[in-house]
Nanobody, 114 residues
Framework: QVQLVESGGGLVQPGGSLRLSCVAS????????MYWLRQAPGKGLEWVSV???????FYADSVKGRFTIARDNAKNTLTLQMNSLKSEDTALYYC????????RGRGTQVTVSS
């Protein structure tokens, strides 16, 4: 069955960096656009970034210039490099196979706080 397993979250100070990873299994990873979504406390699911099958990337305005999405089809892995983190980036981050998040992992917590 489809599995998406995120890792790499943690507590970081404002201005710091984190690198999230997602390992996919149960489907042909290279055939799908892949997404990072997040959900802040008390808020709905928010689209963060997407990478298409050809490697073209798109970002929400709130993270553009700070986050970088990448994929390694040989390793079925999706990553999100997050730099210059802000307190408003605090959220549970999900790797997803669709924009709505219907098919997503359990998430990894990112907390940005001094």
């Amino acid at each position: 069955q489809v599995q998406l397993v995120e890792s790499g979250g943690g507590l970081v100070q404002p201005g710091g960096s984190l690198r999230l990873s997602c390992v996919a299994s149960g489907f042909t990873f290279s055939n799908y656009w892949m997404y990072w979504l997040r959900q802040a406390p008390g808020k709905g699911l928010e689209w963060v970034s997407v990478i298409n099958t050809g490697g073209t990337t798109f970002y929400a305005d709130s993270v553009k210039g700070r986050f970088t999405i990448a994929r390694d089809n040989a390793k079925n892995t999706l990553t999100l490099q997050m730099n210059s983190l802000k307190s408003e980036d605090t959220a549970l981050y999900y790797c997803a196979r669709d924009e709505s998040g219907k098919i997503r992992g359990r998430g990894t917590q990112v907390t940005v706080s001094s």
